[in-house]
């Protein structure tokens, strides 16, 4: 079945520095990507998402691309900040006609000053 | 934008009682509820997907007697873990697909403590 692999956390950098979080993906034909962040004691939101390969997601400094070749669909962000310390999951919605998605581990991120 | 409203934030219990949360969309109609159970440090585990009208699907391994989940409306799902106990204990969320515009909205979560 369908199934997503995040990288373990919890990722502790300081302000400003280079983010990526790695993700590849199983499913058959093409699926919908997504990355959703969570703060701590919340539901999760929407952070961008791609529906095809090569596409890419960007989002208050956040991109990730669709990429069918490697099954993959790293989260990255050029310099992050203290305000994006969070949970980060990455999902896959599959096209067998069922709506549901399917979420990785997620991966703690923590940034400190 | 989107918006789904869970209620309740945060409940906590006695073991043998029921608890009844809410998940009301706001501002659109979903076709489709989904309810997801997360426990700590873990990912989200899908428990079930309901659509307004119909008997809800169960995913593998959930008690479907024992979180009953109810989907009147195309604004409101709810569930109710019956007869709970402490290893229910957990941080439910409940999520929303409206496909036109939205895709899929989450819950605040409800954070629930059987004692």
């Known amino acids: 079945g369908d199934s997503v692999t995040q990288m373990e956390g919890p990722v502790t950098l300081s302000e400003e520095a280079f983010l990526t979080i790695n993700c590849t993906y199983t499913?058959?034909?093409?699926?919908?990507l997504f990355w959703y962040v969570q703060y701590p004691g919340e539901g999760l939101q929407l952070l961008l998402k791609?529906?095809?390969?090569?596409d890419k997601g960007s989002n208050k400094g956040f991109e990730a691309t669709y990429r069918k070749e490697t099954t993959s669909f790293h989260l990255e962000k050029g310099s992050v900040q203290v305000s994006d310390s969070a949970v980060y999951f990455c999902a896959l919605r599959g096209n067998t006609g069922f709506q549901k998605l399917v979420f990785g581990t997620g991966t703690r991120l923590l940034v400190s000053p | 934008g989107a918006v789904v409203s869970q209620h309740p934030s945060w409940v906590i219990c006695k073991s043998g009682t029921s608890v009844k949360i809410e998940c009301r969309s706001l501002?659109?109609?979903?076709?489709?509820m989904f309810w997801y159970r997360q426990f700590p440090k873990q990912s989200l585990m899908l428990m079930a997907t309901?659509?307004?009208?119909?008997?809800?699907?169960?995913e593998q391994g959930v008690e479907k007697d024992k979180f009953l989940i109810n989907h009147a409306s195309l604004t409101l799902s709810t569930l109710t873990v019956t007869s709970a106990h402490p290893e229910d204990s957990s941080f439910y969320i409940c999520s929303a697909l409206e496909t036109v515009h939205y895709g899929y909205t989450f819950g605040s979560g409800t954070r629930l403590t059987v004692v």
């Open positions: 791609a529906t095809k390969a090569d």
């Open positions: 501002d659109f109609q979903a076709t489709t």
């Open positions: 309901s659509n307004e009208g119909s008997k809800a699907t169960y």
């Open positions: 499913a058959t034909g093409y699926p919908s």
